[in-house]
């Protein structure tokens, strides 16, 4: 009963943005923030560059580190359990007519629960936030903006986005916690800090 009260939810917000909101404009804004974030590269790719200067290699020790822990849990262990279907595969089921629009991304080939995408952005966003409250937030609002693409993309509900949020900042926080109470944090802090 409850369940059917989520997916009434996740696909009337759906429904709203691809009525709505969806355009030749922001397609391919929102093909490429989701493309950024796919597997979780471009947050690597950031991650390894801050490994570079002193100043910012905790932040990407920690982000890398994240990501990881974010992509094994996420992709590994949770999406096996609840394997949910994407709502494209969903779609003719729940409204018992075929989907009227393609998709702006692509199919995907993993279960929809919880969003990879959007838990490796607010791993690596939260990670950068607790180091850098400036750069963190210009990488907070980026990984929301992500998550809203998968939402745009029509690949995820609702409820896999906040899933993927709330996986993704919880991993972020327990190992900044294990960082510092092992005193790991201390050794890649610069020497002025």
Request: proline content about 4%; glycine content about 8%.
């Amino acid at each position: 009963m409850w369940l059917d009260v989520f997916l009434n939810f996740d696909f009337s917000v759906l429904d709203f943005i691809a009525e709505s909101i969806r355009n030749s404009f922001l397609d391919p804004i929102m093909w490429g923030l989701s493309m950024f974030a796919n597997k979780g590269l471009g947050w690597a790719l950031l991650g390894l560059i801050l490994l570079i200067p002193k100043k910012t290699r905790l932040a990407g020790v920690i982000s890398l580190v994240s990501l990881l822990v974010t992509l094994l849990v996420g992709e590994y262990a949770i999406k096996p359990i609840f394997c949910r279907m994407r709502p494209y595969d969903m779609y003719e089921t729940f409204h018992g007519v075929a989907m009227p629009f393609t998709l702006n991304a692509g199919s995907e080939h993993s279960f929809s629960f919880p969003s990879g995408h959007t838990g490796a952005s607010f791993a690596a966003a939260v990670s950068m936030f607790k180091i850098n409250k400036t750069a963190g937030f210009i990488a907070l609002i980026f990984a929301a903006l992500i998550g809203f693409s998968r939402l745009y993309n029509y690949v995820h509900y609702p409820t896999d986005v906040f899933a993927g949020m709330i996986l993704g900042t919880l991993v972020a926080l327990c190992v900044m916690f294990i960082f510092k109470a092992t005193k790991l944090e201390n050794k890649l802090k610069p020497r002025n800090a």
